[in-house]
């Protein structure tokens, strides 16, 4: 029998399995997950450089062209200040994002700190948690925004304006940050029980598990397995939760601002668009087809995105 060449001996090895690289190769076959993912890849680039290549500025007015049908010289045509709506809804993407975002953040590490505690350490932090979240969640969300803009808003513009009178500084007349600090917290109290039961009910699946064993064997801190070991191997169901959290955090957005409570004129968000324009939707149906459909187009993307990150994270569960 004579020798096989050494040169048709196959020497590759086979790339190490790697938990990302197949989720992203089970996502790239998801269809509508990578639809899902352009459009928000394109939102978020409207967020960050919209602003500095819309044709007019969002608070540009032109009398002479009040409530203008869309055209190629106004794509989405005008409100009726003469401002063109396009360059608005490209604006209000990044309100969107901005909200949606800092939201998303703030609710995902309140709910990460509290839910691996509790998951991790039991009783008494457990039941004290997990009441906690119960209660947040048993509050309505409208009446919670509410109460806080409500009975915080009037005071800190009022001491704004007071601090402008006082020092003649034109920082104390920008209000709108005060919207956003308001829209920031009301809707992060609202958010963070969800991830807190997640991450919870992930921990305890995680913490009996040998290698957690093993790491406390060799004397580690609670502090080091929770942080090393605990938490890396719970991201995953959280990640797909995010990416879910954000279309409803800028659904949510738009929701308050449309009913007065979130982020008010003359700042662009497509709410409040939506709110003036469905009082002369049946004149100049484009004030209000324009951001309810960019408004649909982004909630629909964050829901494909998240389905297929699912589907790519947990291919058991998935059908």
Do not use: C
Request: hydrophobic share 50%; net charge neutral; aromatic share 10%.
């Amino acid at each position: 029998m004579s020798a096989v060449p050494l040169s048709t001996i196959e020497t590759a090895e086979e790339p190490p399995v790697s938990l990302w690289r197949d989720a992203w190769f089970r996502l790239k076959r998801n269809r509508l997950a990578l639809f899902g993912l352009a459009v928000v890849v394109v939102l978020a680039l409207a967020a960050v450089f919209g602003p500095y290549l819309t044709p007019y500025d969002y608070l540009g007015q032109d009398l002479d062209a009040r409530n203008a049908a869309p055209s190629l010289t106004h794509l989405f045509g005008t409100d009726d200040l003469g401002r063109d709506v396009f360059s608005r809804v490209v604006y209000g993407t990044r309100t969107a994002f901005l909200v949606a975002v800092i939201v998303t953040l703030v609710a995902v590490l309140i709910g990460l700190a509290l839910g691996a505690v509790a998951g991790f350490f039991g009783d008494p932090f457990d039941r004290v948690i997990m009441w906690l979240t119960d209660v947040t969640m048993s509050v309505p969300n409208l009446l919670l925004v509410v109460v806080i803009n409500a009975s915080l808003k009037s005071p800190i513009t009022n001491w704004m304006e007071a601090r402008y009178l006082e020092t003649l500084n034109p920082f104390y007349r920008q209000t709108v940050w005060v919207d956003f600090i308001l829209v920031f917290g009301s809707m992060a109290l609202i958010a963070w029980p969800p991830y807190a039961r997640l991450v919870r009910a992930q921990v305890l699946s995680i913490r009996s598990r040998p290698y957690i064993t093993a790491a406390q064997a060799l004397g580690l801190s609670s502090w080091i397995v929770i942080t090393r070991y605990v938490i890396p191997n719970a991201l995953g169901p959280l990640i797909v939760s995010v990416s879910a959290g954000l279309g409803t955090a800028m659904v949510l957005e738009s929701a308050f601002s449309f009913l007065g409570v979130g982020v008010n004129p003359p700042t662009p968000s497509w709410g409040n668009m939506i709110s003036d324009g469905l009082r002369v939707w049946q004149h100049y149906p484009h004030l209000l087809a324009a951001p309810a459909a960019v408004l649909g187009l982004a909630s629909v993307a964050f829901s494909f995105l998240g389905d297929g990150l699912n589907d790519a994270l947990n291919p058991r569960g998935s059908k």
